[in-house]
Every structure is written in C-alpha cells, then in structure tokens.
C-alpha cells in the first residue's frame, strides 16, 4: 500500500485521511469503515486504471475471504463518504461485471509534520482551519465529553449518597448546579490550552506521547473547570442563593388507558385464603376456584374472568382494585381452613363498584364433601346473580361428571399447576409426574391423561424431542377413550393435531370443546391458529375475537388477537392489541415481548427497544432476547446483536431460529466460519422440527434460509417452494424468496419477491433497513418498493 496515500490525500475538492477513515467535502464530515478505506487506497493507488473485482475482493479480505456484496457494500459507503453518483460518476466509475476505476487524481499530502503547504486542506493555520477541525485539533470535543460523563457520575453518587447520609437538600443542589456551571469553563479552559502564537500547532509525536498529552489537557480542564466553578456557585449562593424545592403539588394524572366498560353479567372468582398455610389447603383452594369458575362458565350469558387473570391479584384485594384490573361487576372471594378430617370454607359475592357484600356463606364439613361444597357455592352464586342474567336462564349447563377421589383430585390440581409454568423454570417432567401419580391410583381418570396429552404437546417446542409427541398420541387416545363428554379432552386433541400439521382434525377437535363448552377461550384462540394455517383468514380473524371479552380482563385473548395480526402484516394493529396486554397486566413479560416485536416490523426501532427491555427486565426469556438482537440487526449495532442472539442460544440452545439469527448476525460483521457453525447447528434442528410436522410454512421458510447460507441453492429453491404453495397468502415467505433469490445473484427476481411480500404486508422500513440487502438498494425497482407510501 502506497505509504504516502496513508498520511491522506485530496480528490479534487474531497480530504481522504485513512488513518482515522475520515472524508470531508463540502464543510461535511464522514467516516469510512476500515475496509471501505482499503478498497479506496486500493483504487487510489491506480488511478484511471480498471482494477477488477476479484483483486479487489483479494487485496482487501484476502484469498477465499470476500465476496461481490461486501465488495458493493464498501464502495457504496465509499459514493456516500464522496457524495458520488454511480449514475454520473465524479470520482468511482463502474464497468459492469468487470471492476472498478477512479477517475480522479489523488494529490498526496504534504509534509507529514503538520506544516503549512499550499492548496493542502491539512492546514494548521487557525485561519484555514474549520470551527469543527479547530475543535478538534484543540481537543475541545474530547475535554467536553469528559466532562459530561465525568459530572453524570458525581450528580449520580451524590444522588446516592448524600440520602442515605441524611445531608441537607441544598448540598445536593449546590453540587448540581456546580457541575452545570463548570461545563462552559471546561470548554474555554480546553480551548486556550492549545492556542499558542495566535495559531494551532500540530507536533508530529509518537502516538503515545499524544494520548500523554491530550490526557494532561484533559485532565487540567476538567479539575481546573470544577475548582473555578465552585468558587463562582459559592460567591453566587451567599449573596443571592441557590434555588429551593418548591412546595410539593399534586402531580397530573397519568393518562388513562382505554380500558372495556364493566358489564353488569360480569363476574370473576378469587384466589381464596389458605387460612392454615398447608400445601395441601392451598391445593384445595385453588382447585375449588377453578372448578367454580368452570362451572360458572357455562351459565348462559354470564362473563366470568379466567383464572389466570384472577390470580394476579391477592386475596382480599380492595374492590376498586378487583373492578380497575378485571373489568368485572362482582366477584367472589373467601377463605379455606383443613383441620383433620374437617375443611371451612368462607365465601363472600361483593359488589366491586361500591365493596357491599351480596352474599356471606360459610361451610363446616367433612373433607370428603369438598365437591359438593363447591356445586353449592356455584349454584348460590349463580342465584345470587339472576337480576344481571337474561330471563331465561334457570339452570346450570350439564357438565360432564367425573369426579375423582380427593387424593386423585389433589394431585391433578398439582400438575395442572405445573403444567401453567411450562416453559419458565420448571421442565415438562415435573408436571408429567403429577398426572403420572395420578393415574397411579386411578387410571381412568380423562381429565389427568388429557392434561399429560397437553404437557407433552407444548414441551416439544422446547425440547425439539419427537418422543413427546408418540406419547401425547397415546395419552390424548386414551382419554378420548375414557369420556369423550370432557371439553379439555378435545382442546388436547386439538393441540396435538395442530401440532403436527392435521389441521382438519385440529379443527374437528375444537370445534367439539366449544359445543361443550362455548365460552373455552383455549378451543376459540386454538380454532384461530389452525384456521389462518388452513389459509382461512377471515375465519381466524372471528375465532380470535369471539375470544375477546368472554373472561374480563383476560389478556391472552387479546394476545392471540394480536399475533394473528402481526403474522397478517397489520403490524400497527397488531401493536393495538398488544398495548391492551400490558394495560391489563403491566407485569407481561410476553405483552411486553410481543409488542416490541410489533413496532419493531412496523419500523419504529425506538419505540421497540424499550419494550423489549421491559420484558427481559420482569423475565429473560430466549424469544426476548432473539428479538432485541433483531432489533440491534437492523439498527446496524451488530456487536450488541451478536451478544443478546447469543443469550438467546444460551437459554434455548434447541431452538433453530435463535442460531439462525445468530448466524445472520456474524454473517454480516464478517464472521463467516462462526456464522457457518451456527448456520449447519440451525439446520439439524429444524431439519428434525420439520420431520414432525412437515406441513409448517415456517419451518420451510426458515430451512429454506438457513440452506441457502450453507451454499446448498438448489435445496432451499426447493423448499421456499414448497413453502409457498403452503402460505401463499403469508407475507414471510416471499420476503424469504427475496433474500433467497438475492444471493443467488437474481436481483431482478428478488425485487419482485419483495414487491409481493409488502403488498401482502411486510414493512417497507424493515427492507430498508434490513443489512442483507444492502448491495440491492442501488436497485432502481427495488428503491421504488421501499420508498413507495404504505398502501395498508
């Protein structure tokens, strides 16, 4: 490499410094990567001469290493540093499927020492010199932001400590205003430092003898800054006084979410008090909420809060806070004491708008009453209810009977339990082990082989294990089997045959729990996901809002609303929903995820990542962590990315979508042996995901990605193939093609892909942002696609 272009050179009216990758032109700045610098010295070194695109690829990356579009990616960065055109080109001319040449002069710089030359835009005169190089020469910028994280430190310790020291509050303030104050010196004192002679003097020293001398100055600035600005906040404080707190007023409220009105058929069941703290009384209690609130599900026309969201709250929660979260006009609460063979049971009916109690019953009996305590307690409720029900309801909906003895009883409600903490800290085993016992005794028991069938279905996600799936076979037939009158039954069925790809019969299987039980927010969401997947939008669009408002206050209807949006393309609305997640629940770690996911493809990167901040913030979770590392991807922080797709695997080291997206990740900061690792251990993964539904449009759409970074064209040509016909409506799989047929070198077909997958509702921003397709945005078609104004 020519050594004297190193020390920069001038291209007509442009200023190349390669060592610090800098380019002014214009009274503009710019900097340039390190290998779009060596590209240029590369060119700058012939000048006028066509220098093609393999030895460029060569010089700069070395033999085997480069490729056409990091190539295309530095000389694009190279037209921007330049404010060059390729249409009419000024300093970079390209010759088609040939190479590259520069066709302008560089003009060596002068002296290397820093002294005056003519026509040299290096010069040290402060009267040639710009305000931003005088700024910089003098190293005002460097002493300023010293300074700034300097006094944000102390402001933050004092805010520590002076609290916890019991210090008066005006200390505070004075160190506060101090810091504030010495800014403006610090910057003056920084400035006068290195002016001497009435000009700037740039030595020519050993870097070390420069990082020794700008620390001094630095460092000077700084302290010299702070000693004058105390005096200066003293003199002030003692003849005129530093600002005091005003007297504290009432804050303005907070803006209120636009919660649903409270209906007057609306009720929710509480957790009950487990008066002796036994394990054994808790169970009771929260088997007794949960059978009552079955029960009073299927009274016609009466709204009943699911369980999951009545046990957000407390026992004995205040009545304002049960009407504000629940969006219910009643709700029941109470208490449960075991005492030997004897269980008490308390139960109140209070009206949450004024706290009244309507109804206070309490029952003495024998342990072994407990299912008829709790027919009675829904059969008073429900009487208790009939001025806010339709006239026509009188009597309960049939359930179908089956209920076991108490110790069976007791150990199916400990693995339904567990089987609600899938996939947090507890594994699939230990809800599988409850319902084991269970059937241990009484291995008729449906309700318990349909749990286990459901366990088993929901643990194959995480554990890529296609054993689950032979056992949630059997156990879901077997409780078929033994009642095929029991609505979970069919809701396990359901999931299993969704799961592996039999969605005919998947919907067979929910359409059966909802003639059981027509209010199942489990059957009509399930229903949703099999009928988008059976390419009947609209249907799943009704399923998914049926679920809406059926159990107040229940934010997973709202969810699965807003993830049939967000896979539809309606990202915005998909957002809507999702807002409503975390309005009822500001705790959602999944609310939270999903609604950074959302405004993430609806391009609104900055609002996204606190969303996904707060979700790792209540919970870590590998999907959370995949989405910021998405999020850092598209922003172009490629290192953060690489971290948080990392914790991902950590967490999920089953999950090909996270090494997938590991592996785009170090693919694009150049890293292509560990982004091949990551790509082959992806591939495994869904390759053996695939075996168990081979009908899942996203499991091709993924394989065919990740086959096509292994450099296998043809088989992923195959698969996104086959992906298409699957989804031809899902917006995914021809942004998918694009890439695909990007890489193969058909940038023509990969534009039409991505026309198709905005019009069926990809976002433009994420193709424009999107660093895969970075060498396709000198595309005239493909500039026309993510310009264009959004027709949804």
């Given at each position: ?229 105390a005096v200066a906040v003293f003199v002030y ?163 179908a009977a089956e209920d076991p003895s108490l ?101 067979t299987a929910y359409r059966r729990a909802l ?278």
């Amino acid at each position: 490499m020519d050594s004297e272009l190193l020390q920069g050179f001038c291209l007509k009216d442009a200023w190349v410094d390669p060592l610090k990758g800098e380019v002014r032109i214009h009274g503009r700045s710019s900097h340039l990567p390190p290998k779009a610098v060596e590209v240029l010295l590369c060119l700058a070194s012939q000048p006028f001469t066509l220098v093609t695109r393999e030895a460029l690829t060569e010089r700069v990356w070395g033999a085997g290493h480069g490729s056409a579009e990091l190539l295309g990616r530095a000389i694009t960065e190279i037209r921007h540093a330049l404010d060059d055109h390729a249409d009419e080109p000024a300093f970079i001319q390209t010759l088609p499927r040939r190479g590259y040449r520069l066709i302008a002069h560089p003009d060596p710089a002068g002296d290397p020492r820093g002294e005056l030359t003519a026509g040299k835009p290096a010069a040290p005169s402060l009267a040639d010199l710009g305000l931003l190089d005088n700024l910089k020469q003098r190293g005002v910028l460097e002493t300023a932001i010293a300074y700034l994280v300097f006094g944000w430190l102390i402001i933050q310790v004092v805010d520590i400590l002076f609290d916890q020291l019991l210090l008066p509050p005006w200390a505070g303030t004075f160190v506060t205003v101090l810091v504030i104050a010495g800014f403006p010196i610090a910057v003056l004192l920084s400035w006068f430092l290195e002016f001497r002679d009435g000009r700037a003097v740039v030595d020519h020293v050993s870097p070390r003898d420069a990082r020794r001398r700008r620390f001094s100055r630095t460092y000077l600035s700084v302290i010299g800054a702070l000693a004058i600005a105390a005096v200066a906040v003293f003199v002030y404080d003692t003849n005129i006084g530093l600002p005091t707190a005003e007297p504290p007023q009432l804050a303005p409220g907070a803006v209120e979410v636009a919660l649903p009105p409270v209906q007057d058929n609306s009720i929710a069941v509480l957790p009950l008090m487990n008066l002796d703290g036994s394990e054994e009384t808790g169970i009771f209690a929260q088997g007794l909420v949960d059978d009552v609130i079955t029960r009073l599900s299927r009274v016609p026309g009466l709204l009943v809060s699911s369980r999951g969201d009545a046990f957000s709250l407390e026992p004995n929660s205040p009545s304002a806070r049960v009407r504000e979260r629940l969006r219910v006009a009643r709700y029941v609460e109470g208490s449960v004491q075991m005492s030997g063979e004897r269980i008490r049971i308390i139960v109140q009916l209070i009206d949450s708008a004024t706290g009244f109690h309507e109804l206070s019953r309490s029952f003495d009996r024998p342990r072994e009453d407990f299912f008829d305590i709790r027919d009675e307690i829904t059969e008073l409720t429900v009487a208790n209810l009939r001025v806010a029900l339709p006239p026509d309801t009188r009597n309960l909906a049939a359930l179908a009977a089956e209920d076991p003895s108490l110790d069976v009883y007791v150990l199916y409600r400990r693995g339904v339990e567990a089987a609600r903490q899938l996939g947090g800290d507890l594994s699939p085993n230990f809800a599988l082990s409850y319902f084991n016992d269970a059937l241990a005794i009484d291995p008729d028991y449906a309700a318990a082989h349909a749990g286990k069938c459901s366990v088993l279905v929901n643990a194959y996600p995480l554990t890529d294990d296609a054993h689950y799936i032979e056992l949630a076979e059997s156990s879901c037939a077997r409780a078929l089997e033994l009642n095929p009158n029991l609505d979970v039954v069919h809701v396990a069925l359901g999931e299993l045959y969704a799961a592996t790809g039999r969605y005919d019969a998947a919907e067979t299987a929910y359409r059966r729990a909802l003639q059981l039980d027509p209010k199942s927010v489990a059957a009509l969401t399930g229903a949703g996901e099999v009928h988008l997947l059976q390419k009947k939008p609209d249907e799943a669009e009704a399923s998914f809002r049926r679920a809406i408002g059926l159990h107040p206050g229940d934010w997973s209807a709202y969810n699965a609303l807003g993830w049939f949006l967000f896979r539809s393309g309606r990202y915005a609305e998909a957002a809507e929903q999702y807002g409503y997640v975390v309005a009822l629940d500001d705790r959602n770690m999944i609310g939270f995820r999903n609604l950074g996911a959302a405004r993430m493809l609806a391009g609104d990167f900055e609002a996204a990542a606190p969303a996904f901040q707060r979700a790792l913030e209540i919970q870590p979770s590998p999907l959370a962590y995949s989405n910021l590392g998405l999020l850092y991807y598209y922003m172009g922080r490629l290192d953060e990315a690489v971290a948080a797709h990392r914790q991902a695997v950590e967490l999920a080291p089953k999950d090909h979508l996270a090494w997938s997206n590991l592996g785009d990740a170090l693919w694009i900061d150049g890293r292509h042996d560990e982004a091949h690792e990551a790509f082959a251990t992806a591939r495994e993964l869904a390759w053996g995901a695939l075996q168990v539904n081979p009908n899942d449009p996203g499991y091709l759409m993924d394989l065919a990605w990740i086959t096509a970074m292994l450099d296998k064209p043809a088989e992923a040509r195959r698969l996104i193939d086959r992906a298409r016909a699957l989804a031809p409506s899902e917006p995914y799989v021809y942004y998918y093609d694009g890439l695909i047929l990007q890489r193969n070198g058909d940038s023509n077909g990969a534009v039409r892909a991505f026309e198709t997958a905005v019009a069926e509702g990809y976002s433009r921003k994420m193709l424009a942002a999107d660093p895969q397709l970075l060498s396709l945005r000198s595309h005239p078609d493909f500039a026309k696609v993510i310009d264009a104004v959004e027709a949804r």
